[in-house]
């Protein structure tokens, strides 16, 4: 059975720390995996990763993909209050199919 | 954990027809379910909000009388793509909250209009 799982679920943490947020995942014929950022009702896209061990950074975000364990992380470091979001992974697998976690609610206080 | 389903996972259908996607919760009651629509560039956008028991609410820019969204239970969501061309070919998600933070997708529906 095709699976992605995130953890942690949720996650409080305060402005400046750095957080780590995971993604594992079981698809057969893995193609990439993407990470959106979810404030309201609509997901924004992150980063696409394909390949494993090449690092995609944006700001203070960054991504890595593990294809051997099969698994990604999604690093935020000086977080802020804006940073407070649901973090969605989706891996797609054949047949352009996609599998979608169920998120990490990361909330930052001041 | 909580699944959701959507039926069929790939449809082809000749330009002018209409076509139906079916999302379902299979264990758990979602009030509220969403549509979104993957473009190139893994851009989704979100298309509607479906409420059981009552009209969707449409996004801007999405035409209403051509994705006919009908929330009929608390598991069952349908969204009906009417007079379907082939710009409308793309790649359709659901998504259902329970009364959690959490949100789970559907597999996703492939549509190709020829």
């Known amino acids: 059975e095709d699976k992605v799982v995130q953890s942690p679920l949720s996650l409080v943490v305060h402005e400046g720390d750095t957080v780590t947020l995971n993604c594992s995942y079981e698809?057969?014929?893995?193609?990439?995996l993407l990470w959106y950022k979810q404030e309201k009702k609509a997901p924004t896209f992150l980063f696409m990763l394909t390949s494993s061990g090449i690092e995609k950074k944006s700001g203070r975000l960054s991504s890595i993909l593990d294809k051997k364990e099969l698994f990604s992380i999604l690093n935020i470091t000086a977080t802020q209050t804006g940073d407070s979001a649901i973090y969605l992974c989706a891996v797609e697998g054949s047949g352009n199919q996609f599998y979608f976690g169920t998120g990490t609610s990361l909330t930052v206080i001041p | 954990g909580a699944v959701v389903s959507q039926h069929p996972s790939r449809v082809i259908c000749k330009s002018g027809t209409s076509v139906k996607i079916e999302c379902r919760s299979l264990?758990?009651?979602?009030?509220?379910m969403f549509w979104y629509r993957q473009f190139p560039k893994q851009s989704l956008m979100l298309m509607a909000t479906?409420?059981?028991?009552?009209?969707?609410?449409?996004e801007q820019g999405v035409e209403k009388d051509k994705f006919l969204i009908n929330h009929a239970s608390l598991t069952l969501s349908t969204l009906t793509v009417t007079s379907a061309h082939p710009e409308d070919s793309s790649f359709y998600i659901c998504?259902?909250?329970?009364?959690?933070?959490?949100?789970?997708f559907g597999p996703g529906t492939r549509l190709t209009v020829t």
């Open positions: 264990d758990f009651q979602a009030t509220t």
């Open positions: 998504s259902a909250r329970p009364d959690r933070y959490e949100q789970y």
């Open positions: 479906s409420n059981e028991g009552s009209k969707a609410t449409y």
């Open positions: 698809v057969t014929n893995f193609r990439s």
